[in-house]
């Protein structure tokens, strides 16, 4: 019976780089919507405005 283990260091390469890819995703998306929201005026808001 053939194990899979030990990769040449691609399986463990993968155990490091998929985590840290999504943070890094995550910490984009997080910095965008901040700097959407700083452009923004205080007073447009879609959730108070009357309209």
């Known amino acids: 019976m053939e ?6 260091g691609w ?4 155990l ?3 985590p840290l890819a999504l943070l ?3 910490l984009l998306l997080a910095n965008r919507r901040a700097s959407r929201k ?8 879609a ?3 009357p309209h």
């Open 11 to 14: 399986d463990e390469i993968l």
């Open 24 to 26: 890094a995703g995550l």
């Open 3 to 8: 194990v899979v283990a030990h990769q040449g």
């Open 16 to 18: 490091v780089a998929a």
């Open 38 to 45: 700083k452009r923004r005026p205080s007073g447009t808001d």
């Open 47 to 49: 959730k108070t405005s």
